[in-house]
């Protein structure tokens, strides 16, 4: 006899190259999208590091409400993402408040993957709302710019 086992689902708030049509979306394939949201409270969404990276800083009530998008996620998938995430490491696993864009007023509380080890440095960034293709361009050039005046 067959045995289907349910798998849990969970929900995820992912606000850089996990959304759609970004380097890492192919991990999401298979998830259902849920929509798009906003944190409730504040966070530092920036761009750093040296591949220009979006990292939601783990400060909350500091930054800017961060629109990214909700995805309904298996055991299986989410196992996938806190590997990517280098869970533990780089990132911590956290509950955070969302609210649907398109409902103000529609809140739910979803996992989101926030920058755990970093140094102050990133605090000092300019903090977005939303992390787009420009962000990744401005960013490379800021850094340019610095290398040029250091020579």
């Not at 759609?20 to 750093?48: C, I, M, R, W």
């Not at 962000?135 to 490379?140: C, N, P, T, V, Y």
Request: hydrophobic share 35%.
């Amino acid at each position: 006899m067959d045995v289907e086992v349910k798998q849990k689902t969970h929900l995820v708030f992912v606000y850089g190259t996990l959304k759609k049509s970004f380097p890492n979306s192919h991990l999401l394939k298979d998830a259902e999208y849920v929509g798009e949201y906003v944190t409730l409270d504040q966070y530092p969404l920036v761009v750093g590091g040296p591949w220009f990276s979006p990292y939601l800083l783990n400060v909350c009530g500091a930054g800017e409400r961060v629109f990214g998008e909700v995805y309904k996620v298996s055991d299986h998938e989410l196992e996938d993402l806190d590997q990517l995430e280098n869970v533990g490491v780089n990132y911590t696993r956290k509950l955070l408040k969302v609210e649907f864009v398109e409902s103000p007023g529609r809140i739910m509380e979803v996992f989101a993957y926030l920058k755990c080890n970093y140094n102050d440095d990133l605090l000092k960034k300019d903090y977005m709302a939303k992390y787009n293709d420009d962000d990744i361009f401005r960013a490379r050039n800021e850094q340019h710019i610095w290398l040029k005046r250091q020579i």
